[in-house]
């Protein structure tokens, strides 16, 4: 596809401008949506936390489906890809510390919470620049299913996940790096992105595997964007707690905030859907999402 060399997680250019909302840049409140009780059990990296998520996850999902709301492959994508997760963080092995990982986890989900609550609630400044063309592209109709499902991962990892990762901590308390763990989660992404795309195709928008669309990429490449943004979210969650003083996070902050907003706008631009393809997404929709 033309635009996906496009589509990289490093800085954003300088000629590119992007209106940027000031938003809490840290650690979303998980009470929205964890009673007292769990949020203190899910922060000791309990696997039985992940079920939690993936309920509230669910309930979205079924929301959206019943409507054929445009959010709804990306919640698909993130519902599958969570539990495909939670299948591997209780295989022996797989994780280095998969109880710090189940933290990473509820707090990085969290993240989505916290923006799709605000834009339901109106309360659209709080909602970050990149999720906020995500969700208008959903409500306008505007995009391709496989540009609704890409424009969320660009919320979720060019803009959320270097948060995340700096909030909890790049390094163990040994001193041992916690990349390995990261890039880890690349082969469980991996192993669910071709079924996971093969339903959203067949639920909601059947041009999301269809490579003779001119919206269609292959799994490989699919794969290829993903990892490289998750790469790119690491390297700048080193820069967020390399900062020395609160003016360069700032800086480094806008950096993360302006790159991932830059980068919904390409999408919105590649993945551009006329009203008749809208129209007939939605009625293959309303005959195809259970």
Request: charged letters at 15%.
């Amino acid at each position: 596809m033309a635009a996906t060399a496009a589509l990289g997680g490093g800085p954003a250019r300088a000629d590119t401008p992007v209106e940027l909302t000031g938003v809490p840049a840290y650690r979303p409140s998980l009470s929205a949506w964890y009673t007292p009780g769990q949020i203190d059990h899910c922060l000791g990296g309990n696997p039985d936390c992940v079920p939690v998520t993936v309920a509230r996850m669910d309930a979205i999902l079924s929301q959206l489906a019943a409507s054929c709301d445009h959010r709804a492959p990306f919640t698909l994508a993130y519902l599958r890809t969570t539990q495909q997760y939670q299948q591997a963080t209780v295989t022996p092995g797989f994780f280095q510390d998969p109880a710090f990982v189940n933290v990473e986890d509820v707090f990085f989900a969290s993240y989505f919470f916290s923006a799709y609550d605000d834009w339901n609630a109106g309360n659209t400044p709080a909602v970050p620049r990149a999720w906020q063309v995500a969700f208008s592209a959903a409500r306008n109709g505007s995009v391709s299913g496989l540009g609704d499902i890409l424009l969320g991962m660009n919320g979720h990892i060019n803009r959320d996940l270097p948060y995340v990762l700096a909030g909890l901590g790049l390094v163990a308390p040994d001193g041992t790096s916690r990349h390995e763990d990261h890039e880890r989660v690349n082969i469980f992404l991996n192993q669910v992105a071709e079924s996971m795309l093969d339903e959203a195709a067949a639920r909601f928008d059947p041009t999301i595997n269809d490579l003779k669309s001119p919206y269609g990429i292959t799994y490989a490449v699919f794969m290829q964007i993903i990892a490289g943004w998750r790469e790119a979210a690491w390297i700048n969650a080193w820069r967020l707690v390399s900062a020395s003083t609160p003016g360069q996070r700032a800086l480094v902050e806008a950096s993360i905030e302006q790159t991932a907003a830059v980068i919904a706008v390409t999408l919105r631009t590649a993945f551009l859907y006329l009203p008749p393809q809208t129209a007939f997404r939605d009625s293959y929709c309303a005959s195809h999402h259970g």
